[in-house]
């Protein structure tokens, strides 16, 4: 049984502005820890954690469903009661990249930076291998018995987790969904169907005479020429097309990156690219695809799908129907197996079941008591403290149940689930690890059982080429790619587009493979798949 998807995609490489003081001390001989840090104790493996009351200064990024400030939430009260350990929060919501960068720019740093959010990728790894944070491998081993434990069970994440150099310098979020598998989903107006009397579509050609069929017809009933064959957001994992174009032979994805047996290669110079996009544009010029589709975003997109006079898409995609056209239009949808093409193709994207955020928590090189720090995120790491910091505290969001497992309570009138498990718990700017075995102790939520019933849908027809989520450039690579991929990208989308919408993708064809090698595709790729290999020979 699994749960609510609780992350945003997983953390994006970008570059931390700010300059960082010259001459940062590089890793200590003792493995990260100063004297003082190394003179530090804590006591044993039980509770509390200290005699004598601690104070640690940790900074979090504070999300907006959050309203409480964090020394007040529940969660954290009853962590102090539990270890003896005062946090004294910095939480911002607003200006907190400029407040970040300035600590790491003036060296006037916390002991530890707290919850997913806080810190990017390539803050991790900047100022991991210039020595402001420090290496955590010796001292998961030496404190933190439970993130221990969630390594050993999911090595993925420390392939995830370890640098270039070959140390871990945070502990990361970790969440295990089956529904992660999953990319957007095509849906259907069956009630638009039913008063054509036409089937659901399962080819590609039947896709087409159906929307043919909802043009120019007053279909909800409304007076209004308002009707919508067909629209998405185009880019958009969970409401684009990526997974459409699997109908003629290769899923598409954000970065039309893919690997097939540890080979890297790239999607959007694939043929079956180019079928797919004329496809669609066969589709755009009988006015059957929505023409804001290439540049309207997910609020313009949900505002339309939601409006009052009923529905207005004949077809779109996304994660559920309510997310895009509201509870009561969402009534009139059916999800649609994925649609055959021409040549019998049948495939959709296979995303990754485990949800990793790199950041969870870092301690840096001003921590005085590391021990004790590394005892108390290990205590948040705990299988009930998990599921507490991300979702509530028992007794307000849960009721245990049969002993250790749990149970929804209700959400109240007027607010919805996620400001609800946000009262007492950073939950989204949190950290903790909700694993499988969790997941089976948690009381599905109904948004949960849909998606998982879409997923046996889509089940049979996956196909796993996408590359592994969260793998860690270097510094280097990092940079280079973020100027490659404002280049390659941006690009193959504007190209894309053009193509949807005037056609001529056949004459530009050969023009759009030489502009894509003179931009870098094939350094482009070279630094994913040494990238890809590195991540693979991680033990």
Same mark, same amino acid.
């Given at each position: 049984?699994?749960?609510?998807?609780?992350?945003?995609?997983?953390?994006?490489?970008?570059?931390?502005? /700010?300059?960082?003081?010259?001459?940062?001390?590089?890793?200590?001989?003792?493995?990260?820890?100063?004297?003082?840090?190394?003179?530090?104790?804590?006591?044993?493996?039980?509770?509390?954690?200290?005699?004598?009351?601690?104070?640690?200064?940790?900074?979090?990024?504070?999300?907006?469903?959050?309203?409480?400030?964090?020394?007040?939430?529940?969660?954290?009260?009853?962590?102090?009661q539990l270890t003896n350990i005062h946090i004294n929060w910095d939480a911002s919501d607003q200006g907190y990249q400029e407040k970040k960068n300035l600590m790491f720019a003036s060296g006037d740093l916390p002991d530890a930076f707290f919850g997913s959010g806080s810190l990017t990728d390539s803050d991790i790894l900047k100022y991991g291998t210039q020595g402001m944070l420090i290496p955590l491998e010796k001292l998961i081993d030496q404190y933190a018995p439970n993130i221990k434990k969630m390594l050993e069970k999911q090595p993925d994440v420390k392939k995830v987790i370890t640098a270039p150099d070959g140390h871990i310098y945070s502990i990361p979020t970790v969440i295990t969904e089956g529904a992660?598998?999953?990319?957007?989903?095509?849906?259907?107006?069956?009630?638009?169907?039913?008063?054509?009397?036409?089937?659901?579509?399962?080819?590609?050609?039947?896709?087409?005479?159906?929307?043919?069929?909802?043009?120019?017809?007053?279909?909800?009933?409304n007076g209004k020429k308002d009707e919508i064959p067909f629209s998405f957001v185009n880019g958009n994992q969970l409401n684009g097309i990526f997974g459409l174009y699997g109908a003629f032979g290769l899923p598409d994805n954000a970065s039309h990156i893919m690997q097939k047996d540890g080979k890297v290669s790239y999607i959007a110079t694939r043929p079956e690219f180019k079928e797919a996009t004329a496809y669609f544009h066969s589709l755009y010029k009988q006015g059957l695809i929505d023409p804001e589709a290439f540049t309207q975003d997910r609020n313009v997109y949900f505002s339309k799908g939601r409006g009052k006079d009923g529905p207005v898409f004949g077809a779109f995609t996304g994660y559920n129907a309510e997310n895009v056209v509201g509870p009561e239009n969402a009534k009139s949808y059916v999800p649609i197996a994925p649609?055959?093409?021409?040549?019998?193709?049948?495939?959709?994207?296979?995303?990754?079941?485990?949800?990793?955020?790199?950041?969870?928590?870092?301690?840096?090189?001003?921590?005085?008591?590391?021990?004790?720090?590394?005892?108390?995120?290990?205590?948040?790491?705990?299988?009930?403290?998990?599921?507490?910091?991300?979702?509530?505290?028992?007794?307000?969001?849960?009721?245990?149940?049969?002993?250790?497992?749990?149970?929804?309570?209700?959400?109240?009138?007027?607010?919805?689930?996620?400001?609800?498990?946000?009262?007492?718990?950073?939950?989204? /700017?949190?950290?903790?690890?909700?694993?499988?075995?969790?997941?089976?102790?948690?009381?599905?939520?109904?948004?949960?059982?849909?998606?998982?019933?879409?997923?046996?849908?889509?089940?049979?027809?996956?196909?796993?080429?996408?590359?592994?989520?969260?793998?860690?450039?270097?510094?280097?690579?990092?940079?280079?790619?973020s100027v490659l991929d404002t280049d390659i990208t941006g690009y193959v989308k504007k190209k894309q587009s053009?193509?949807?919408?005037?056609?001529?993708?056949?004459?530009?064809?050969? /023009?759009?493979?030489?502009?894509?090698?003179k931009s870098g595709l094939d350094e482009f790729i070279q630094i994913y798949q040494r990238t890809y290999d590195r991540f693979q020979s991680i033990k």
């Open positions: 049984m699994r749960m609510k998807k609780l992350l945003p995609p997983v953390l994006l490489l970008s570059l931390a502005s /700010g300059a960082v003081l010259a001459g940062c001390s590089k890793e200590p001989e003792n493995g990260g820890k100063s004297t003082a840090q190394a003179e530090s104790e804590a006591i044993g493996t039980g509770y509390p954690i200290v005699k004598t009351k601690l104070n640690l200064k940790l900074v979090t990024a504070k999300t907006p469903q959050q309203k409480k400030s964090t020394d007040q939430l529940k969660v954290v009260q009853d962590m102090e992660n598998e999953l990319g957007e989903v095509l849906f259907v107006n069956k009630q638009w169907l039913d008063k054509l009397g036409l089937s659901v579509p399962t080819t590609t050609a039947e896709f087409e005479q159906v929307l043919k069929a909802f043009k120019d017809k007053d279909l909800n009933g649609l055959k093409g021409p040549q019998g193709h049948q495939l959709v994207n296979m995303y990754e079941i485990l949800a990793v955020s790199k950041m969870g928590f870092a301690i840096t090189s001003s921590n005085k008591h590391v021990p004790e720090t590394m005892r108390w995120i290990d205590t948040v790491f705990d299988e009930r403290h998990s599921v507490e910091w991300q979702f509530g505290p028992v007794g307000v969001n849960f009721k245990e149940t049969n002993g250790d497992k749990y149970e929804y309570l209700p959400t109240p009138a007027g607010m919805s689930y996620d400001d609800f498990r946000c009262t007492e718990a950073p939950c989204f /700017g949190g950290t903790g690890a909700i694993l499988e075995d969790t997941y089976k102790k948690i009381e599905l939520s109904d948004k949960i059982k849909t998606r998982l019933s879409y997923l046996q849908i889509y089940q049979p027809f996956m196909k796993k080429h996408t590359l592994p989520a969260g793998m860690f450039f270097t510094v280097e690579d990092s940079d280079r790619l053009q193509w949807v919408i005037d056609g001529n993708i056949d004459a530009e064809w050969d /023009g759009y493979l030489a502009q894509l090698k």
